[in-house]
């Protein structure tokens, strides 16, 4: 038995242990005389051993086991061993948290680890209410009460904003501005590039706008009222995806009608407007489906007409999914055109524009009047962005002049057929002068080359057997009086293809147009969207994966900035995993069987 039970059992049996000991020692003698010494026999008196208290113990021992339960100087103490153990966490060689203050149960303090962890692990909300997860912490704390999938989404909520809270003090204690520090990068740049000589036509248009975003904010005008039918088709969707159970029940759906289509309905987000052009598309593909489930799923029916539901989806709401899936598509298309990594040019920036606004026009007068309200909205917005000639980039116009397919009599064309003949005019000649400036610019960096080579030529009679160096360079004239610009443009342009490879045609004929070869190769490579870098950093599809599709754009923007914020050093991290690495090196290496020593490195790491 030990000394703690003992003293609550001298707690009980005190009552019917009246004796002092110094009526002599007896069998049965309480075991709180352990902890205290009789100071004065007389007035039946003990002295606690640990603070020095006199307690009477003429009635029997409760008082003594009361004060011993009460003693803060007694070691033996449940509350005092909690006491002094929690001013000393430590963290052991495994990254493990030895604090006696796990003895502390705190509630709130471990719910919220709770919804760190599903944050931070991008864990699916009905983990928590797996039997074999409550199992698992009932084993660790059974008093810790876990949380439904409902509280988790609250608590995450709740998180969320006090750390929004924090962030929005933060920026308004330091003044940031976003646009005002791109101004400031920009200005910056042209300096230092003017400070090495290696700006083009003085840095007029080295700011341009990404093409995919613009894309973007176009739709999203145009998706800003939408309709009831899309409305209940997400709706329809959400609830094939909100469980197993309901998907497979569809499923089942989607074979009594034979559809040949695999994926199962996509949930969108309702900020991203390419996911809800995906979601009509697939749910398209699946209308006898859901028309199937609504007649052999009762669950279906009352949960989309009662409530909050907008009801089942009828007949015409897929007739107007079907009206405006192939709107919505020229933009998908042209969103994943401009989008890519390795093989887009930016020749192909002004005619995705091109096209657009003409098909948005086209669209304008269209019969059905869901088409043409949507794309007058965005007509709007296409105008704000690409509909004033001021704020036309010379360079993406003179990427398409160097398309030997186009060349500058395509670009003239739509730019009157956009801006009129008045403003068209002053764009083409805009342009013609851009075009010789940059031009002019290449031919002085090419002709000092030249002119190196020649001189070097012209003096050495074995390498300028003929005299042709020596004769240019005393008369001055040249081997071509007409420059390359000017015999470029002049020549036929190139039999139109869709899989043109303009890079390889450059590759080709750069012998025969060395400084417009050179201008192409820049030129050509710049990029027109930051589409491509950004998703290397977007966790969006982590987030958002066919276990976790019914979030709603308030939550994912919940997990993704709360999972962000919450993130301790990164670097710390990598410098833990460095040494890991190194020493795992060490004990390969240094040992005679390589392979034997590499397996015990790897288990020591996943022990770890």
Request: proline residues 3%; hydrophobic residues 35%; glycine residues 6%.
């Amino acid at each position: 038995m030990t000394e703690n039970s003992n003293i609550e059992a001298a707690g009980m049996s005190a009552s019917i242990q009246p004796s002092s000991p110094l009526s002599g020692v007896r069998k049965n003698r309480s075991a709180v005389w352990d902890h205290f010494d009789v100071e004065n026999a007389t007035e039946k008196k003990a002295k606690c051993k640990y603070c020095g208290s006199l307690i009477q113990y003429g009635n029997g021992t409760s008082s003594m086991g009361g004060h011993l339960r009460r003693c803060k100087q007694n070691p033996n103490n449940d509350s005092n061993k909690r006491r002094k153990t929690t001013t000393t966490p430590t963290i052991d060689e495994r990254g493990v948290l030895n604090s006696p203050s796990a003895s502390k149960f705190d509630q709130e303090e471990a719910r919220r680890a709770l919804v760190e962890m599903f944050i931070g692990e991008e864990l699916p909300f009905r983990f928590v209410e797996s039997p074999k997860f409550r199992k698992f912490v009932h084993a660790l704390q059974a008093r810790f009460k876990v949380p439904s999938r409902t509280t988790l989404a609250r608590d995450i909520g709740a998180l969320y904003a006090e750390e929004k809270m924090k962030l929005q003090d933060f920026l308004s204690a330091n003044c940031v501005d976003n646009a005002s520090s791109n101004d400031v990068a920009i200005k910056y740049l042209k300096q230092r590039l003017n400070s090495w000589n290696s700006i083009i036509l003085n840095g007029e248009f080295i700011h341009m706008r990404c093409c995919a975003h613009i894309i973007n904010l176009i739709v999203k005008e145009g998706l800003k009222e939408i309709d009831e039918s899309v409305l209940r088709i997400r709706s329809a969707v959400k609830y094939v995806r909100s469980s197993p159970s309901r998907a497979s029940r569809f499923q089942k759906c989607v074979e009594l009608e034979k559809i040949q289509y695999k994926g199962l309905p996509c949930m969108d987000v309702e900020t991203r407007w390419n996911s809800t052009y995906q979601m009509l598309e697939v749910a398209l593909k699946h209308r006898k489906a859901f028309e199937l489930l609504a007649l052999k799923d009762n669950t279906y029916i009352g949960e989309m007409n009662g409530g909050k539901g907008r009801g089942v989806p009828s007949d015409s709401d897929w007739e107007y999914a079907e009206s405006i899936v192939p709107f919505l598509r020229v933009f998908n298309d042209a969103t994943i055109r401009v989008s890519g990594a390795l093989y887009v040019t930016s020749d192909m920036y002004m005619k995705e524009v091109f096209a657009i606004g003409r098909f948005i026009r086209h669209s304008c007068d269209s019969v059905d009047f869901s088409t043409m309200s949507m794309a007058e909205r965005m007509r709007v917005k296409y105008e704000k962005y690409w509909g004033n000639p001021d704020s036309v980039n010379m360079l993406l116009l003179i990427a398409i002049v160097l398309n030997p397919m186009q060349k500058i009599e395509y670009v003239n064309y739509f730019l009157d057929y956009f801006f009129g003949e008045e403003k068209g005019g002053e764009l083409k000649s805009k342009l013609s002068k851009c075009i010789k400036l940059l031009y002019q610019q290449y031919q002085s960096s090419e002709e000092a080359s030249e002119a190196d080579t020649q001189d070097v030529q012209a003096n050495n009679i074995n390498t300028d057997l003929h005299g042709m160096g020596f004769f240019l360079q005393a008369t001055g004239r040249r081997t071509n009086t007409r420059s390359e610009l000017d015999r470029y443009l002049q020549e036929e342009c190139e039999p139109y293809s869709y899989k043109f490879d303009i890079l390889n045609w450059w590759k080709v004929n750069s012998t025969r147009f060395p400084i417009l070869g050179n201008m192409a190769r820049e030129v050509l490579a710049i990029p027109v969207s930051t589409a491509a870098s950004e998703s290397s950093f977007s966790i969006g599809g982590r987030v958002l994966d066919p276990y976790r599709s019914s979030l709603t754009p308030r939550m994912v923007e919940a997990l993704v900035c709360t999972g962000d914020w919450l993130k301790e050093d990164l670097f710390s991290t990598l410098d833990d995993d460095d040494e890991v690495l190194q020493q795992v090196d060490q004990d390969i290496f240094s040992s005679n069987d390589g392979a034997c020593s590499m397996a015990a490195s790897i288990d020591n790491l996943d022990d770890d």
